[in-house]
């Protein structure tokens, strides 16, 4: 059992370039969560997912697209990086029980830097 | 909105006992989150409480407040391997958390 992994765990970027990170989960989890995370701000929501074919937008969407075609698959896309967009993203999921909230599993993180 | 204050940082001394605070204004309450993060590492799991009152898991403890909007993670004998941020996060339904920006707590020897 892996978890959650993502991929790259490090990228650079120029100002403009575009990207797509990629996050697996093999716990056949329902929900899916992109975060960035930026000193002194905490975790911050930027997209997530409620089941596979799904998308919706959370605290910080602007300037980030997400898709999310297989269970086990959620993509962050960055159609023209800027360097606002520095950050450690990471990947989170969590099963969906209804009712009372779920524990949500994190993946290792991609330290993205935008020049 | 939602607002959940702590800490910036705390520091304590090997063996010790911590108290990391945590206050939070939501629309809407579904349980309270503590996770641990090492520097350079991904969030992990400590606690969840949804009713009033202490639940406590070996030398971690954590305490809820619905009326007054008020947790408390309680760290006893504290090791070196305990230096790491605490993340405060309160759920406003089944599947969004709300993250404070962390307390980094130190441990000296």
């Known amino acids: 059992n892996a978890g959650v992994t993502q991929t790259p765990k490090f990228r650079v970027l120029k100002t403009g370039q575009s990207m797509t990170l990629l996050c697996a989960q093999d716990?056949?989890?329902?929900?899916m969560y992109w975060y960035r995370q930026d000193p002194g701000m905490g975790l911050r929501l930027i997209h997530y997912?409620?089941?596979?074919?799904?998308?919706a937008k959370g605290e910080v969407p602007d300037g980030y697209n997400v898709s999310r075609l297989k269970k086990q698959n959620f993509l962050l896309g960055l159609e023209s990086a800027a360097p606002s967009q520095t950050s450690v993203y990471f990947c989170?999921?969590?099963?969906?029980?209804?009712?009372?909230?779920?524990?949500?599993?994190f993946g290792p993180g991609t330290r993205l830097t935008v020049l | 909105g939602q607002n959940i204050d702590q800490p910036t940082e705390m520091t304590a001394t090997e063996g010790a006992i911590v108290q990391i605070n945590c206050t939070y204004q939501?629309?809407?309450?579904?349980?309270l989150f503590w996770y641990q993060q090492h520097a350079g590492e991904a969030p992990t799991f400590l606690s969840y409480?949804?009713?009033?009152g202490l639940e406590e898991k070996g030398r971690f403890s954590s305490f809820l407040s619905r009326s007054k909007g008020y947790s408390y993670l309680l760290l006893k004998e504290l090791q070196m391997k305990d230096s790491a941020s605490y993340l405060c996060?309160?759920?406003?339904?089944?599947?969004?958390?709300?993250f404070g920006a962390g307390t980094t707590v130190t441990v000296r020897a």
């Open positions: 996060a309160v759920s406003q339904s089944d599947y969004k958390l709300s």
């Open positions: 939501t629309s809407g309450f579904n349980g």
């Open positions: 989170a999921s969590s099963y969906a029980s209804g009712g009372f909230a779920d524990t949500q599993y």
């Open positions: 409480n949804v009713l009033d």
């Open positions: 997912s409620v089941g596979e074919g799904t998308t």
């Open positions: 716990m056949n989890h329902e929900y």
